[in-house]
DNA sequence: TCCGTGAGTAAAGCAGCTTTACTCATCCGT
DNA sequence: ACGGATGAGTAAAGCTGCTTTACTCACGGA
């Protein structure tokens, strides 16, 4: 019989990787939107990490999330609608302005901080979590190789 | 002073578990390119696995892939233009057509194998890829919870 | 024979970006 | 004081990789 290419000869680390990542993500998006925030994607939550201490101009905010200025002055657009910042003027003037978090975003920081901390103690009881983190932080030292890390974008 | 929300305790899990593969895969897909394979993403790699075998029809790829059958179908075209894929007519007959690999297909996966063990081989010098394995294994087995697996996707 | 089923195709729509091209306000060197 | 250079922001078009909607066609069985 012909023998082709040898087969991945197991789960490939990287599969693992993107699975975990996978499924962590979609049941934390899952609980998330149970509570309320079905209108908020990933995106918006880094976003809103990205603003948090004291608010940021959006091009500030395009550079930590990855995207071009245009791309973030949308995601701006779209949060002032739905009440999750607001556009204040900049105190360093120019033409700048300074995005802020509403309460709403505040609230919503809180309530997806609660989920992930209580999903990863579910996962406590279940699995080494720690000795998990402690791997992928080495993992990502490793390939960072001393760069800073990029900005976590959707892969691919 | 106000306390608005606790900040994320450490490098949260999810965070690099998602910066892992991230990183993981940015850089197989960069040493693939240098291979001469510049022209497939991601998507195409995972195409070709799921075709390895006997073939299959590309309503059988889009559920293996979890995308549409008519993204299957253009994702076809596009690899059958390039030389990647053949359509041949199916032995079951009907309207069925069976998709299989070029030998083009076939080198392309000899050679995006060989750079994922080296990858993970290097990984293995700084840290212990076993043990990251075995705990991935159990993190992604307590989220599936007994559902098979999905198809891995882009994510968000 | 006719209908149901499932494969495949066609075309339009859409999200979430990027690219290209500008407008403005301020700063800095002369 | 003035004339760029710089960097923020905006506008509009384009693009990729999908989905949705709507068919056509081949076969299989009642």
Not at 22 to 42: I, N, T
Not at 133 to 148: F, I, K, N, S, T
């Amino acid at each position: 019989m012909p023998e082709p290419e040898p087969p991945p000869p197991q789960p490939e680390l990287t599969f693992l990787l993107g699975m975990g990542f996978q499924l962590l993500l979609a049941e934390f998006d899952a609980r998330v939107a149970e509570r309320g925030y079905g209108d908020l994607r990933p995106i918006h939550g880094l976003a809103f990490q990205a603003l948090r201490p004291a608010g940021a101009t959006s091009s500030e905010l395009a550079a930590r999330l990855g995207v071009t200025k245009q791309a973030a002055g949308q995601i701006v657009d779209d949060l002032e609608r739905r009440g999750y910042v607001r556009r204040e003027p900049h105190p360093a003037g120019g033409r700048r302005r300074l995005v802020v978090l509403t309460e709403a975003a505040h609230r919503h920081l809180a309530v997806a901080g609660r989920v992930l901390h209580a999903l990863e103690a579910e996962l406590g009881d279940r699995l080494d979590v720690s000795e998990l983190r402690a791997d992928l932080e080495r993992l990502v030292g490793v390939l960072a190789d001393g760069r800073p890390l990029p900005p976590l974008r959707p892969v691919w």
